[in-house]
């Protein structure tokens, strides 16, 4: 049974991170203008990094293990009691777990390397045809919040969902420059004087 599972997961069918299409469409794709897509890419790239370094250290002490626990073994060995090839298979097991935890750590390794490769190509494309405004930028957080929050409004106008109270308070609160809110201020006066024509009507 364990060799059959085996043979299967070495065949890589699933790999145990984001494909290029989850990170390209939904992980980076998701944002709404460039700056913030290459802001996601920086935010990515900054967690895969850490865990980089992190995985690092773990190779090296798993790799110092491994060689203490083999000399640990020919010591044993020296040793010959009675008890001598029990306590070495034991220690071979030992040996074995951290031989396996190696393997795993260099596949997570392969696995965060590969997300960033992806992460790089799509940064270095939004770099090569967008100017990439830092991120406290007042107008690029002006188009970014522009973007998102009329987005959403948008998002709830064409599913029929009641009007969500705190995006509008969102929405007045920006810049009173702002293409959104210009334009929700006259949304919300047609429907005032919508509603003061149909009062009219009916009296």
């Known amino acids: 049974m364990i060799n059959k599972i085996k043979e299967i997961l070495d065949k890589e069918i699933v790999v145990n991170r984001h494909s290029d299409f989850q990170i390209e469409k939904f992980i980076i794709g998701k944002e709404l203008t460039p700056s913030a897509k290459a802001w996601q890419c920086v935010r990515e790239l900054k967690t895969r990094y850490e865990s980089l370094v992190n995985l690092e250290m773990e190779i090296g002490n798993v790799l110092d293990d491994i060689e203490i626990k083999k000399i640990e073994i020919e010591e044993e060995k020296l040793k010959d009691s009675k008890k001598t090839p029990f306590v070495v298979r034991k220690m071979q097991r030992y040996l074995k777990n951290l031989e396996n935890n ?84 006259e949304l919300l006066n047609n429907k005032r004087k919508g509603l003061l024509l149909n009062g009219q009507q009916t009296q």
């Open 102 to 185: 190696y393997t795993r750590l260099l596949e997570n390794k392969k696995n965060y390397e590969d997300e960033c490769k992806k992460i790089l190509e799509l940064f270095d494309e939004i770099n090569a045809k967008n100017h990439i405004k830092k991120w406290n930028d007042d107008t690029a957080q002006l188009e970014y919040f522009e973007n998102k929050l009329g987005n959403e409004f948008n998002l709830d106008f064409l599913l029929g969902n009641p009007v969500n109270k705190e995006l509008v308070r969102s929405i007045l609160q920006l810049d009173n420059s702002s293409k959104l809110k210009i334009n929700f201020l």
